[in-house]
């Protein structure tokens, strides 16, 4: 998840992984929507300013939102798809679902 592409001389495109000090490793943006009436088409409008801003070249390629709403809050996790594929989202998936739940359950 720390992968970015970046332009090579060549005109080619190459993978670089980079370390844990190279620049933000993902990006946090809280939205308070709480005030909001359509509070659908408020998470719509800034989820897709959050994966249109994703960059290849410099990072990160995680980029989270978190969606605070009067019905509750709602968490956008936005990933490129270069650096993610099915199989990894459904381990990604599970393993945010355990931490969720243990944190639930005071462990």
């Given at each position: 998840?720390?992968t970015?592409y970046?332009?090579?001389?060549n005109g080619?495109?190459?993978?670089?992984?980079?370390?844990?000090?190279?620049?933000?490793?993902?990006?946090?943006?809280?939205?308070?929507?709480?005030?909001?009436?359509?509070?659908?088409?408020?998470?719509?409008?800034?989820?897709?300013?959050?994966?249109?801003?994703?960059?290849?070249?410099?990072?990160?390629?995680?980029?989270?939102g978190?969606?605070?709403c009067?019905?509750?809050?709602?968490l956008?996790?936005?990933?490129h798809?270069?650096?993610?594929?099915?199989?990894s989202?459904?381990i990604?998936?599970?393993d945010?679902?355990?931490?969720?739940?243990?944190?639930?359950?005071?462990?």
């Open positions: 998840l720390r970015v970046r332009n090579t001389e080619v495109y190459a993978a670089w992984n980079r370390g844990i000090d190279e620049g933000e490793l993902y990006s946090l943006e809280v939205v308070d929507l709480t005030g909001t009436e359509d509070c659908d088409a408020a998470i719509e409008a800034k989820a897709n300013e959050i994966q249109g801003g994703i960059d290849l070249e410099n990072g990160p390629l995680v980029k989270l978190l969606f605070r009067a019905d509750g809050d709602h956008l996790i936005a990933i798809h270069l650096v993610v594929d099915g199989v989202w459904r990604l998936f599970e945010l679902a355990t931490g969720y739940e243990q944190t639930l359950s005071g462990q």
